[in-house]
């Protein structure tokens, strides 16, 4: 029940910032004790773009449709087509998420392996 309550959380924190987030799984990882696997598809509206945050997690981004531009702290920025992946680690705070057009929507699939009952994504803020 909490990791509904907090992918539900997560996923009304992404929606308030206009991205429609659709969980596909969360799955316990009996091999890797205190784990969870989550698998998500995330569709950006135009323009779209998040604030800094992290997952304290791993997290592997796949593109499925579109553009999105991605960079996290003290890393390269990259903007990545249908096709293309992209690597955040646990302690990355990822800066830029946005998709990169300003006409069409973007897809993205995430996979993460995080600590479980542990929230899917959280604010950082940046002074």
């Known amino acids: 029940m909490?990791?509904?309550?907090?992918l539900l959380a997560a996923t009304?924190?992404?929606?308030?910032?206009?991205?429609?987030?659709?969980?596909?799984?969360?799955?316990?990882?009996?091999?890797f004790p205190g784990k969870e696997a989550t698998m998500l598809t995330i569709t950006l509206p135009p323009g779209h773009?998040?604030?800094?945050?992290?997952?304290?997690a791993h997290v592997f981004?796949?593109?499925?449709?579109?553009s999105v531009v991605m960079q996290v702290a003290r890393g390269e920025q990259?903007?990545?087509?249908?096709?293309e992946t992209f690597y955040e680690n646990p302690s990355d705070i990822h800066t830029?998420?946005?998709?990169?057009?300003?006409?069409?929507?973007?897809k993205i699939l995430v996979m993460m392996l995080k600590d479980k009952g542990k929230p899917v994504t959280e604010p950082v803020n940046r002074k």
Not at 2 to 6: A, F, H, K, Q, Y
Not at 78 to 83: H, I, S
Request: net charge positive; proline share 9%.
């Open 2 to 6: 909490r990791v509904i309550i907090l």
């Open 12 to 31: 009304l924190t992404l929606a308030a910032q206009g991205a429609a987030v659709a969980q596909l799984l969360t799955k316990d990882l009996p091999e």
């Open 49 to 56: 773009a998040s604030t800094p945050h992290r997952h304290h």
């Open 61 to 66: 981004v796949y593109v499925l449709e579109g």
């Open 78 to 83: 990259k903007q990545l087509g249908p096709g």
């Open 96 to 106: 830029v998420s946005r998709n990169a057009s300003p006409t069409k929507p973007a």
